[in-house]
């Protein structure tokens, strides 16, 4: 018996072809995968399919659905998206250069064992970054981050990425790492709870997210008449407000985002009372943006010290807010195209009504740029690239299968916007 994986490397959202071979025709045959580490954390997670050999005693995963496993349906790329996960740990390092992108793959063990006491083996690597791809720690002008980018290549929209309220720079890397393998060079820029950064969530200068685009326009690598901004979830939300603010941005792109300026940073105070704090300032002044009510505050901590959603807190939040107007982000300002990705069943925030908002809103103000909305339904938080296991649901929401295709699909769709808007 022989398990084969081609290519045996290959970048993260790519597939790649698994079948066996030399088995009876008939004979049953378990497939199992395991990773134990993706860039900036350790990551533990394990899936299976058993298959019936064919007739010519071989299995091919892109032409047969497993009998039992994780997955079910024609699906050559199920066992990855399907992995249940066992254990997580993120860096917890705050210096940049102890945040080194390594390991840059995640290696993926896979065996095969057959109903007769067979084994095979084999191991690909699931790289997050193209080995063509340089990679710079940003630390001057009070900026902190790392850059991304193709050594040599001629001068091609740079795409500054955003994380969300985790902070640091983590999540933000790794999608920076993708779209420099994709030739567009990307900084991936940390704005709270790393290096001098403040630690909250707390009346961020928006000057400083203008010192980062500014930056990466300089770079020799990129057109400076072609900036794009990504940003996920809190980060989503900066993406379209630092838009309509600097009209250097030419390209907002926004996974699961707010049509509003949202609440930052809350900390208990004295007799059961919160401090409330609005996540932006601009020209020294706050942004105004939705409050919670104390209640509000208060409930929000304890879905998160037991891993509930917290979706319906901000849409009472919202409904109840009489200031929507000077809360909504005027996103009609953003000076070129808007792409927006949304979900029905998102935790953190209701990104549908959200998503709905903006789409009207750009009608009815007779925005002139492109734009696009993609949607899914039974869908949650966690829409990001594909072929990642999309098991985990708390705080997220969705199903593993309609995460995997949202991701599969929107991610595609984004990397093509960018090239369509650096090609105009």
Not at 153 to 162: F, H, Y
Not at 353 to 360: D, K, M, S, W
Not at 378 to 398: A, E, F, K
Request: proline share 5%; with cysteine; glycine share 8%.
């Amino acid at each position: 018996m022989e398990l084969i994986v081609e290519p045996d490397t290959a970048l993260v959202d790519q597939k790649v072809s698994i079948r066996m071979t030399g088995l009876e025709p008939g004979e049953q045959v378990t497939l199992r995968a395991a990773m134990t580490e993706m860039p900036g954390a350790v990551y533990e997670a394990e899936s299976f399919a058993t298959f019936i050999a064919g007739v010519n005693g071989e299995v091919h995963l892109d032409q047969q659905a497993p009998v039992a496993g994780t997955y079910s349906g024609v699906d050559p790329m199920g066992l990855f998206w399907s992995m249940k996960v066992s254990h997580v740990r993120y860096s917890m390092t705050r210096k940049l250069d102890q945040l080194t992108f390594v390991p840059a793959a995640s290696g993926i063990m896979l065996s095969a064992e057959s109903a007769k006491g067979r084994v095979a083996k084999a191991n690909l690597q699931r790289e997050y970054v193209s080995s063509k791809v340089l990679v710079q720690d940003v630390k001057e002008h009070g900026l902190v981050g790392k850059y991304f980018y193709l050594p040599d290549q001629p001068p091609a929209q740079g795409v500054l990425v955003l994380g969300g309220g985790e902070g640091g720079l983590a999540s933000s890397m790794n999608y920076a790492a993708l779209f420099a393998s994709y030739g567009f060079p990307s900084l991936a820029l940390a704005y709270f709870r790393f290096e001098h950064l403040q630690e909250h969530l707390q009346e961020i200068p928006l000057e400083y997210f203008y010192q980062a685009i500014e930056w990466l326009r300089h770079r020799q690598e990129v057109r400076p008449d072609r900036n794009a901004v990504f940003g996920r979830s809190k980060g989503a939300e900066l993406s379209l407000i630092l838009g309509t603010v600097f009209p250097e941005i030419g390209c907002v792109i926004a996974s699961s985002p707010s049509s509003t300026a949202c609440i930052g940073h809350i900390e208990p105070g004295a007799d059961h009372s919160y401090r409330r704090y609005s996540s932006w300032s601009y020209q020294g002044k706050a942004l105004p943006y939705v409050e919670w009510t104390n209640e509000q505050c208060e409930e929000a901590l304890n879905c998160f010290k037991t891993y509930k959603r917290i979706d319906h807190i901000h849409k009472a939040a919202f409904e109840q807010c009489d200031r929507l107007e000077e809360v909504t982000i005027p996103v009609e300002k953003i000076a070129g195209p808007i792409l927006i990705i949304t979900s029905t069943d998102d935790h953190w925030w209701p990104a549908e009504l959200h998503g709905e908002r903006i789409a009207a809103r750009l009608k009815a103000k007779g925005f002139s740029h492109k734009f696009e909305h993609l949607h899914y339904e039974d869908t949650g938080h966690l829409v990001r690239y594909p072929y990642i296991p999309t098991t985990q649901l708390s705080m997220n929401g969705g199903t593993p299968f309609n995460n995997y295709i949202a991701s599969l699909e929107s991610w595609n769709r984004i990397k093509q916007f960018l090239m369509e808007i650096s090609d105009e």
